[in-house]
C-alpha cells in the first residue's frame, strides 16, 4: 500500500492474556520501528529494526514484549501475559534506513489502540 | 545517548498570535533535528527537517525553525496561529550510524488555539 499499516486499530483484551499487533511498512523502507504512545505522553521508543535485524531493543520494557520482522516487510510486536499498564496506542513507523541520502524522516502508521482490563 | 526535551506540556495563544514552540537535544555529533505534528483522531506527520546547511528551515503549513549548535536548540515558529494548528507537537532527534539509525521523540507540547 501507499502507507504504513497497522493492525488491528483497537484491541481489547483481559489481563494475562497474549497480544499481537502487526506492521505493514511502506513497500522499500527498510527501517522500520515500534513506539508506544500511553495518554497524555510522548512516544516511547520501542524497538528498531534495520531489514530483519534489530540493532536496538534497548526500549523494549520488559522481556514480556518481543518483536520480529520477516522478509523484510511486516512486523509482529508481541506482547505476553498483558497487564494494565501495557494499555496505550503502539505506533509504527518505517523509513528508507541507513541508505545513502536518507534523513531519517519517519512515516506513520495510524497505530494500534491496546486496552488491557 | 540522544534526549530531547520540550520544557513546555502545553501552551494556549490566541488565533494569529505569533507561536514558538521550544525544544532542546542533547547528542554527541551533528544531530538530525525533526518536529512532527499529531492533530487530533490523526497520525503523525513531519512538519520539517533540519540535517545540514542553512539553520532556518521552512516547512509545511507556514512553520519554520532555527537549529542553534551553540543554544543545542530548535526551536518551533509560526508567526500567525490558525484555530487548525491545535494539536501535539512533538521535537525529534536522530543519528545516523554505519549500520543503523534511530530517533528519539521529546514528550510533546500540546497547542490550544483561542478563536
Known amino acids: 500500500g501507499a502507507g504504513v499499516s497497522q493492525s488491528p486499530s483497537n484491541k481489547v483484551t483481559e489481563k494475562g492474556k497474549d497480544v499481537e499487533l502487526r506492521c505493514d511498512p511502506i513497500?522499500?523502507?527498510?527501517?522500520l520501528y515500534w513506539y508506544r504512545q500511553s495518554l497524555g505522553q510522548g512516544l516511547e521508543f520501542l524497538i528498531y529494526?534495520?531489514?530483519?535485524?534489530?540493532?536496538?531493543k534497548s526500549g523494549l520494557p520488559s522481556d514480556r514484549f518481543s518483536a520480529e520482522r520477516t522478509g523484510g516487510s511486516v512486523s509482529t510486536l508481541t506482547i505476553q501475559r498483558t497487564q494494565q499498564e501495557d494499555s496505550a496506542v503502539y505506533l509504527c513507523?518505517?523509513?528508507?534506513?541507513?541508505?545513502?541520502?536518507?534523513?531519517?524522516?519517519?512515516?506513520f502508521g495510524e497505530g494500534s489502540r491496546l486496552t488491557v482490563l | 545517548a540522544q534526549s530531547v526535551t520540550q520544557p513546555d506540556i502545553h501552551i494556549t495563544v490566541s488565533e494569529g498570535a505569533s507561536l514558538e514552540l521550544r525544544c532542546n537535544y542533547s547528542?554527541?555529533?551533528?544531530?538530525?533535528l525533526f518536529w512532527y505534528v499529531q492533530s487530533p483522531g490523526q497520525g503523525l506527520q513531519l512538519l520539517l527537517k533540519?540535517?545540514?546547511?542553512?539553520?532556518l528551515v521552512q516547512g509545511i503549513k507556514g512553520f519554520e525553525a532555527e537549529f542553534k549548535r551553540s543554544q543545542s536548540s530548535f526551536n518551533l515558529r509560526k508567526p500567525s496561529v490558525h484555530w487548525s494548528d491545535a494539536a501535539e507537537y512533538f521535537c525529534?532527534?536522530?543519528?545516523?550510524?554505519?549500520?543503523?539509525?534511530?530517533?528519539?521523540f521529546g514528550p510533546g507540547t500540546s497547542l490550544s488555539v483561542i478563536p
Open positions: 513507523a518505517s523509513s528508507l534506513g541507513a541508505t545513502s541520502g536518507n534523513t531519517g524522516e519517519l512515516f
Open positions: 513497500s522499500g523502507h527498510t527501517a
Open positions: 529494526f534495520q531489514g530483519n535485524s534489530a540493532p536496538d
Open positions: 547528542y554527541g555529533a551533528t544531530p538530525y
Open positions: 533540519y540535517f545540514s546547511g542553512d539553520t
Open positions: 525529534a532527534v536522530g543519528q545516523v550510524k554505519t549500520s543503523y539509525d534511530k530517533v528519539i
